[in-house]
């Protein structure tokens, strides 16, 4: 079975975090949410308070087959601000595992420059910040090699089903699709 890790600062889109959480774990993909706080509360950017299944020190967030970044803010600058996950996506890119990012947390990857030479979307008006990359704009979720990225919280259903074909394949993603009648995909 997969392992996931979604890293969850106060500020988080709770669209972008719980939509993949929940339609992963629908797939039978282990799905591990870590608070980025000193405690398993974090509180998203709609004031919708959650309770992680893991802090940062206890996640073992390096053993997991995928890293998620939400976007929102400002969750997404608080996670830009944590060296231990920044050295963690550097040694994820540079180990070609799998990242993904939706809406403005893509940025992060830009400014690490994990995405030099790479396709990536991202929240409109937030592209000068995807540093090195291809940027594209006409499509809800893009995948490039081992980075999956996506532009916001109305195309979080895309981006969870994508990541589904990923870590397991079309027919689970279909499935899980089907579940929820979602009749969009890409």
């Known amino acids: 079975m997969s392992k996931v890790c979604i890293f969850l600062a106060d500020g988080f889109e709770e669209v972008e975090a719980l939509t993949p959480v929940d339609l992963l774990?629908?797939?039978?993909?282990?799905?591990?949410?870590?608070s980025m706080n000193?405690?398993?509360e974090v509180t998203g950017r709609s004031r919708i308070t959650v309770l992680a299944d893991a802090l940062w020190d206890d996640a073992q967030a390096d053993t997991a087959d995928m890293l998620i970044l939400p976007g929102g803010q400002p969750g997404v600058k608080n996670l830009g601000a944590h060296d231990g996950l920044k050295s963690l996506l550097e040694?994820?890119?540079?180990?070609?595992?799998?990242?993904?990012?939706?809406?403005?947390?893509?940025?992060?990857?830009?400014?690490?420059?994990?995405?030099k030479g790479k396709k990536a979307t991202c929240y409109p008006g937030?592209?000068?910040q995807l540093t090195g990359a291809y940027v594209v704009t006409d499509q809800r979720v893009v995948t490039d090699g081992n980075i999956t990225t996506s532009r916001g919280a109305g195309t979080s259903v895309s981006f969870a089903l994508r990541l589904i074909e990923i870590l397991k394949d079309t027919d689970a993603a279909a499935k899980v699709a089907a579940g929820i009648v979602y009749g969009h995909r890409r």
Request: charged share 25%; glycine share 12%; hydrophobic share 50%.
């Open 91 to 115: 040694r994820y890119a540079g180990e070609g595992r799998l990242l993904a990012a939706i809406c403005a947390a893509p940025t992060i990857f830009g400014a690490l420059g994990i995405l």
């Open 126 to 128: 937030l592209e000068d």
């Open 38 to 40: 000193e405690t398993r």
């Open 25 to 34: 774990r629908r797939a039978g993909i282990e799905v591990v949410t870590v």
